[in-house]
């Protein structure tokens, strides 16, 4: 098992930043790729970004070019630092782990079996 703790989530304006991060314990070497996810209410589980142990990373075409995700092996952290932020970024944010997801599913919400408990995060306009 593996246990996934996020924080960071807040209130911020319209082109701010805000930085996400994830601490996974327990079975860590299970945590081969670690991704974050994004739900709006009434909306499907989104892929943000994602990275493996080797730092392969892939983003949500939503995203890129503003989000990077990082991920720090000897701590078991990930980080998601957000910048330019958008209203419609507005969600509650998921951390989740998998070992048995590849490059090209890795933005796949049913591909990961670990998930934290989520942080929110708000953008006003």
């Known amino acids: 098992q593996v246990q996934l703790v996020e924080s960071g989530g807040g209130s911020v304006q319209a082109g701010g930043s805000l930085t996400l991060s994830c601490v996974a314990s327990g079975d860590t070497y299970s945590a081969v790729w670690m991704a974050w996810f994004r739900q709006a209410p009434g909306t499907d589980r989104e892929g943000v970004a994602s990275?493996?142990?080797?730092?392969?990373?892939r983003y949500g075409d939503s995203v890129k070019g503003r989000f990077t995700i990082s991920r720090d092996n000897a701590k078991n952290t990930v980080y998601l630092q957000m910048n330019s932020l958008k209203p419609e970024d507005t969600a509650t944010y998921y951390c989740?782990?998998?070992?048995?997801?590849?490059?090209?599913?890795?933005?796949?919400?049913?591909?990961?079996?670990?998930w934290g408990q989520g942080t929110q995060v708000i953008v006003s306009s």
């Open positions: 989740a782990a998998s070992q048995i997801t590849t490059y090209w599913y890795a933005l796949s919400p049913s591909w990961y079996n670990f």
């Open positions: 990275i493996s142990t080797d730092a392969r990373t």
